[in-house]
């Protein structure tokens, strides 16, 4: 499922889940850094706590959302 990222044409973002496996996708083609708020609703089971399989930076999902600062030229994989 591809995510919706306002107003950002280098920026990619999609969901894959199978059963309980869940993984968010975030992926910025740009030369700036850019922070994506992501919204969880709609998927079943998120955790309360994503670690992106890449960097091994962890984020917190509160109230159904969580923030990702994406480095320039770079993705990452967030998954449980």
């Known amino acids: 499922t591809f995510l919706d990222v306002p107003g950002q044409d280098q920026v990619i973002?999609?969901?894959r889940q199978?059963?309980?496996d869940i993984a968010f996708v975030l992926i910025n083609?740009?030369?700036s850094s850019f922070t994506m708020e992501v919204s969880t609703a709609g998927f079943r089971r998120v955790p309360r706590r994503?670690?992106?399989?890449i960097s091994g930076i962890t984020v917190n999902v509160s109230r159904g959302i969580f923030r990702a600062e994406i480095p320039p030229v770079s993705g990452m994989i967030f998954r449980p």
């Open 13 to 15: 973002a999609f969901v």
């Open 18 to 20: 199978q059963g309980n």
């Open 29 to 31: 083609r740009s030369s």
């Open 50 to 53: 994503l670690t992106d399989q």
